[in-house]
C-alpha cells in the first residue's frame, strides 16, 4: 500500500467527487482515480461507489479505512506543530481568525504598527463569520464572540475582553428608524435576539432587510437603511453613526482568545498574543 494514496482517499470523502478531490489536492481528476484504483487494488477491497446523482460515495470499508486515514493525518499535524514549536526565532506566518466585523473595525486599524514592531512576522488575517478549526489548522490563532465549545484539550482559550453594545443609527439620517437584525439562522447569537425583541420593547419597526453577517449590518446602517446594535468600541469611533437611546439594556460579549496548545510557546505565536490582549482589555 502506498501511505500517499489515503490522501487521495481522504480527499475524495470530503469533496464528494473525484473532480473535487482533484481540486483539493491540486492534482488532475486522474490522477485521483488511478490512485483510489490502486489503493483499492492494494487492500482487496472496493473504496468507493458511484451514487444515483453521478456523485462519489465510500463503502462501508472505505469510510472505515478513511476514519484510519483521518487519525494519521492528525497525528502528522500533530508532528508538524512539534516541529514548528522547536523552531527559535520570533519569525514566520501566523493566521490569525475573526469574525469580519472585529477584523475590519478593530483590528486593521492596528495592522500597521503591529508589522512595523515585528517585520519578521508575517500575518495571516482569516475573515471568517464561522469559526474556524485550530485542529485541523485552519487557523493558528483566533477570536471569538462566545466561549468556544470546540478543540477540546488541544486548544487554550481564555477571556481577553468584553464588548459592551449599543445602539446606534446613520448621522444624517432623521428617527424614526425600523430595526435592522440578523435572519432566522443567527437569532442564537445574544446580540441577534435583542435586535428581534427591541421593536416590541420600544414600539419600532423591523425593517424588510435581514443579514447574516455583522460587518453586513454596519454598513447597511450607514447607509440609513435603519439601525441596530454594535459594540460601542466600533460605534462610538466611526464618524458617520450616532448613538441612539433605546428602552431596553444592550447585551454585552465576551471575547475570547483561542490557540493551539502544540503552539503556544512559538515566539511569533505569543507576539500575536501579547498584541491582541491590550487591545481588546
Excluded: C
Excluded at 473504496?47 to 463503502?59: C, D, P, Q
Excluded at 478549526?133 to 484539550?153: E, I, K, M, N, Y
Excluded at 466600533?234 to 437611546?245: S, W
Aim: hydrophobic content about 45%.
Amino acid at each position: 500500500m502506498d501511505w500517499d494514496d489515503l490522501r487521495i482517499l481522504l480527499a475524495l470523502e470530503r469533496g464528494g467527487s473525484r473532480l473535487q478531490a482533484a481540486r483539493l489536492l491540486r492534482v488532475d481528476k486522474s490522477t485521483v482515480s488511478r490512485r483510489i484504483e490502486a489503493l483499492e487494488r492494494a487492500l482487496g477491497v472496493p473504496l468507493s461507489e458511484r451514487t444515483g446523482e453521478g456523485r462519489i460515495a465510500l463503502t462501508a470499508a472505505g469510510r472505515q479505512v478513511a476514519a484510519q486515514a483521518e487519525a494519521m493525518e492528525d497525528r502528522a499535524e500533530q508532528i508538524q506543530r512539534v516541529a514548528r514549536a522547536s523552531q527559535g526565532g520570533i519569525q514566520g506566518r501566523v493566521r490569525l481568525t475573526a469574525v469580519p466585523l472585529v477584523a475590519n473595525r478593530l483590528l486593521l486599524p492596528q495592522v500597521p504598527a503591529f508589522l512595523r514592531s515585528h517585520p519578521e512576522i508575517g500575518l495571516d488575517l482569516i475573515v471568517e463569520a464561522r469559526d474556524l478549526s485550530l485542529t485541523h489548522r485552519d487557523a493558528d490563532v483566533a477570536l471569538r464572540l462566545a466561549r468556544p465549545r470546540d478543540g477540546g484539550q488541544d486548544v487554550i482559550s481564555r477571556r481577553i475582553g468584553r464588548l459592551t453594545y449599543a445602539a446606534y443609527a446613520a448621522l444624517e439620517v432623521p428617527d424614526p428608524l425600523p430595526w435592522l437584525g440578523y435572519d432566522r439562522a443567527r437569532q442564537f447569537l445574544s446580540h441577534a435576539a435583542a435586535i428581534s425583541t427591541a421593536a416590541d420593547q420600544i414600539g419600532a419597526d423591523q425593517a424588510a432587510l435581514a443579514v447574516n453577517d455583522a460587518e453586513t449590518l454596519f454598513q447597511a446602517v450607514l447607509a440609513g437603511l435603519g439601525m441596530s446594535l454594535f459594540p460601542r468600541v466600533v460605534g462610538d469611533l466611526h464618524p458617520g453613526l450616532r448613538r441612539v437611546e433605546v428602552g431596553f439594556e444592550p447585551p454585552v460579549r465576551d471575547v475570547w482568545l483561542l490557540v493551539h496548545r502544540d503552539l503556544r510557546d512559538l515566539r511569533r505565536i505569543q507576539a500575536v498574543t501579547e498584541w491582541l490582549d491590550p487591545l481588546f482589555r
